[in-house]
Structure formats: structure tokens, C-alpha cells
RNA sequence: GGAGGGAUGCCAGAGCGGACGAAUGGAACGGUCUUGAAAACCGUCGAGCCCCUCGCGGGUUCCGUGGGUUCGAAUCCCACUCCCUCCGCCA
């Protein structure tokens, strides 16, 4: 969420701000409304409770001196002091749950390094790597749904079966292919030889609400998690959610940041309204495989220095599989409501026609820190900063996988394997054709 | 799921109605001593919010969480959460 003092103090970039991505401004006043009535009655309260901590301990003295009916008499005036403490401190806290609600609600302010614009089209494509969609053969330009089941590697029809329509299912080297991409990008991040070492973390896929609210996922995109009611828990939407938690109450010593997480975890997504869209294949399921980059920073230098450290560690990975892909810089509209900044990575998948987003990386200034409360401290300093928080996908793998799978097909009707996750495969060089 | 024990500052740990934002010890930081270090000694040593005549200033809140009793709660009462031990169940 906003810095509350930040929106007292500038309400007019604060306003321009959100207006850069189409944001609806109603919340804004109202928050500016409620804040300057709870300041009034804060003040208010803490004077009277000044005022009863001073007579309570008169109180105190009195009887211990032995002076009852003077003790009497101030007790009587610390109470109706009381009376109309607890009156206003009932207010305040009203007030302040209020604007806390409306505050959840605001999205983050764009950095101004985002681009103008309020819709997709408003996407800057930053650089393209790889051959030109114009440049792929027949033999590529099979979508990859018709080529798992072809192979036998992707079982749509059991996996509706087993758990309804939007779910998916693979088998045999479909699934062996799978797992050795997932394995692959861990096993990067945990090379020393190839940069910065990002700790794996294997988090739980159920969490509890305020886990959820400390990404921004609730109480906004309610629609788009399953939750478990008998024990309020809620299937995560990416490992985004836990990773940024971790820290959540935490103050951090300085010298740790910044603190590099990958995870890999299924990924569990309703996607309510979402019906018939771009659903074929692997293109878009309730359930998927991701593997997140996620980091804590201290300010905005260390944060982007991440952001860029992400973005390049998953293109490395793409590169190795041989892809072609497009980096697009999003505009301050389509930015998710978390963002300051986002860099998609799509990939070309030759058979589907389409650019596939495959990643996303975002960095979230200390939007989610302050709502997960994750601070640092510099130890031998007074007080303590908020974290800025940065992460990205490393990669989400059903659309990568159908992006290999098209990319790599041969006119033979098998699929070659990308060199680097042939050790994985038992040295295998292709799925072989049926 | 059942029975019992517990939750206090960075850590350990006292306090069980007023003198407690909290003893004591350790850690950390600054200093004295020393060629340097250790030891010893002295000092500092939590966070949030609000106000202002912005000063090494004032007020307030926080002892797991939420309620209650009281003039006054870390201390009493209620509920909940989490942790530990034992039993049951289970991959």
C-alpha cells in the first residue's frame, strides 16, 4: 500500500500518479477526508488519556497517604475522563480500519520510468531476441496441443476427466521435460559460477489471508484464488505470495539485503472470467508450474539493480532453450495493481502464431513491504526503513514448454530437446516421433 | 482429536494491580586503559503513531492476539492463536 504520509503530503502527485494508470481517484479523497478526522480525534484522545495517567497516579499517592476522600473525589474525574476517552478511542479506531480498507484498495503509483498509456497496445517492446516469427517452417507451425497428444506427452482429456475443464496433465517425456526445466532453473540460481546464489525455498501452497494481503492478491482479486473455507486458507497464485511473506514482521539486518529466494510451486489460479480464452493446450490452466525469482532490496537502486538481475537470468534461460522471445515494457495502465514497474517476457510459439507471456518482472517499490510490514534496520542507526520488494517468473512453464515443444519440432514429427536438458534426460537428444 | 505447560526488549530471564517501557545478565555500539588485543571500568543501547515554538522537544501506544474488570493492567477475568511435552491418528 501508499506511505499514508506520503498521500497527506503530496496529494497531487500522488493523484497524477494514479491517474498515469487509469486508477480510480474516489478512494484517494476519501482516505485524505478520513485521515484529517482521525488526526483531530487522536489528538483529542491522547490529551484526555495524558490527563487520566496523570490523575490515576495522583490517585495512587492520595491513598497511599491516606487522604480517602480526596482520592474519591479525583477518581470520579479520571473515570469521566475515561468515559469520554474510550468514546473517542472507539472512533479513532473505526476511522483508522476505514482507511486502512480504502488503503488496501489504492494500487501502486507507476514509476516514472513506465511508459505512458493505458492499455496493452501502450506495451513498448523493448528488444526481440531470436528468429523472426516470419522465419519457422510447416513442420513448426503445428500448435502444440496436436503435438502432446501426437506424442503422448500431454493428456487433456484425463486431466478434464479427473478435475474439469482448464486443467492439464503430462506424461511420460512430457512430464520427464517438465520436471528437467524446473530442475534446470533452480539448479541456475543455485550456481555461484553464474552470478549471485538465490536461495531455493520449497513454501507452502496454502496460506492464510494477511499472507495474501501482503502481496496485494487480497482483498482486490478475491475472484481469482481458491479458497479452502473450512480452514480459511487460500491456494496461491504464484509463489510470489509466500516468498514475500517470509519476511513479513520482520525487521531485517542492513547487511543482509539484498536476500535473493527462488521457489518452485504449483500455481493455482480460478480465472474467473477467463472462459474460452486462449484456453487450448497449455496456454492457460487453474493449476501450473512456476518457478518465481523473488528479493528483498533497500531502496530503489539495490531494487532495479534486481530487477534487471531477474530479467536477465530468466532470457538466459530462454536463450538456452532456443527460443525466440520479445521483452515488452508495460505502461503505467496495464501494470498490475502491485507494480511500479514490469518487464514481460514473451515467447514465440511458431505453432500457436502468438508471442506466449512467460514471465513477468516486476519490481513493487515498497508497495508490498509496507503492507507485509518488512523493514530493515542499519544496525547502530535509529529507526528502521521499508523493503522494496522484486520479483519474477524464472519461467511459468506450460507456455514455455509449448513454445519448446513447437519450436523444436522436426519434420519427422519428434521434438529435439535443447542441449542443456539432455543431461537431465537420460542424455536423450529428441522425444521421439510416435 | 484429548491432557498438561508456556508466550515479556536482539538473546536469556525477572516482574503477578500504582514507583514498569519494564530488574538483572549476555550481545552490540561509544569511551577510558593498552604498542595492539583481551580483561576491567564508564556510558549508550526497542518500535509505531501524533503534535509543535523543529529542540539532544512534548504526548501517546505496544509485555502472543482480541475483548473485559479497574481511577489505574505486563500483572486480574474471558476468548483465540502459536510453541513445547505426553496420548491418539497418519504419508
Not at 493505458?118 to 523472426?132: M, S
Not at 513448426?140 to 501426437?150: K, L, M, N, S, Y
Not at 474439469?164 to 496433465?169: A, D, K, P, R, Y
Request: with cysteine; glycine share 8%; hydrophobic share 40%.
Amino acid at each position: 500500500m501508499l506511505d499514508l504520509r506520503r498521500i497527506r503530503s503530496q496529494p497531487d502527485a500522488v493523484r497524477a500518479g494514479l491517474a498515469r494508470r487509469g486508477a480510480d481517484l474516489a478512494g484517494l479523497d476519501q482516505i485524505l477526508e478520513l485521515d484529517g478526522d482521525l488526526r483531530a480525534v487522536t489528538t483529542e484522545r491522547d490529551d484526555l488519556r495524558a490527563k487520566v495517567n496523570t490523575v490515576s497516579k495522583q490517585v495512587g499517592e492520595l491513598f497511599k497517604a491516606g487522604q480517602r476522600d480526596e482520592a474519591e473525589v479525583l477518581k470520579g474525574e479520571s473515570k469521566a475522563l475515561g468515559d469520554r476517552e474510550k468514546a473517542l478511542s472507539t472512533t479513532a479506531d473505526e476511522l483508522d480500519a476505514q482507511i486502512r480498507e480504502s488503503l488496501l484498495r489504492i494500487p501502486n503509483l507507476p514509476s516514472p520510468d513506465a511508459p505512458d498509456g493505458l492499455h496493452e497496445d501502450d506495451n513498448v517492446v523493448l528488444r526481440t531476441h531470436g528468429p523472426d516469427p516470419s522465419s519457422f517452417s510447416d513442420h513448426q507451425r503445428v500448435p502444440h496441443w496436436d503435438i502432446g497428444t501426437e506424442l503422448g506427452i500431454i493428456d487433456s482429456e484425463r486431466a478434464v476427466k479427473i478435475s474439469g475443464s482448464m486443467f492439464t496433465m503430462y506424461r511420460g517425456w512430457g512430464a520427464r521435460l517438465l520436471r528437467a526445466m524446473i530442475g534446470h532453473s533452480l539448479d541456475a540460481s543455485a550456481d555461484p559460477a553464474l552470478g549471485a546464489v538465490w536461495e531455493e525455498i520449497r513454501p507452502p501452497t496454502l496460506v492464510k489471508t494477511e499472507t495474501m494481503v501482503g502481496t496485494g492478491h487480497l482483498p482486490k482479486f478475491e475472484e481469482e484464488a481458491y479458497h479452502v473455507e473450512r480452514d480459511d486458507l487460500w491456494t496461491i497464485p504464484t509463489a510470489e505470495v509466500p516468498l514475500t511473506s517470509m519476511a513479513a514482521d520482520e525487521v531485517l539486518d542492513h547487511d543482509d539485503l539484498p536476500m535473493r529466494f527462488t521457489a518452485y510451486t504449483s500455481c493455482f489460479r480460478r480465472e474467473a472470467g477467463a472462459a474460452g480464452r486462449d484456453t487450448r493446450g497449455l496456454l492457460r490452466s487453474h493449476e501450473f508450474d512456476k518457478v518465481e525469482l523473488m528479493a528483498y532490496a533497500d531502496g530503489e537502486e539495490m531494487a532495479i539493480a534486481l530487477q534487471e538481475e531477474v530479467l536477465a537470468r530468466s532470457e538466459r534461460i530462454l536463450q538456452e532453450f532456443g527460443l525466440s522471445y520479445r521483452i515488452l515494457d508495460l505502461c503505467a495502465g496495464d501494470l498490475g495493481g502491485s507494480a511500479a514497474r514490469t518487464w514481460d517476457i514473451e515467447a514465440y510459439a511458431p505453432g500457436v502464431g502468438e508471442w506466449l507471456e512467460v514471465s513477468s518482472v516486476s519490481w513493487f517499490a515498497d508497495y508490498q513491504a509496507r503492507r507485509a510490514n518488512v523493514r530493515w534496520k542499519q544496525a547502530g542507526e535509529k529507526g528502521t526503513n521499508i523493503c522494496h520488494t522484486v520479483n519474477g517468473s524464472a519461467m511459468g512453464w506450460p507456455r514455455t514448454v509449448a513454445a519448446v515443444l513447437e519450436t523444436h519440432r522436426q519434420p519427422d514429427g519428434s521434438v529435439a530437446i535443447p542441449e542443456v536438458l539432455q543431461p537431465r534426460l537420460g542424455c536423450a537428444t529428441h522425444i521421439p516421433a510416435p
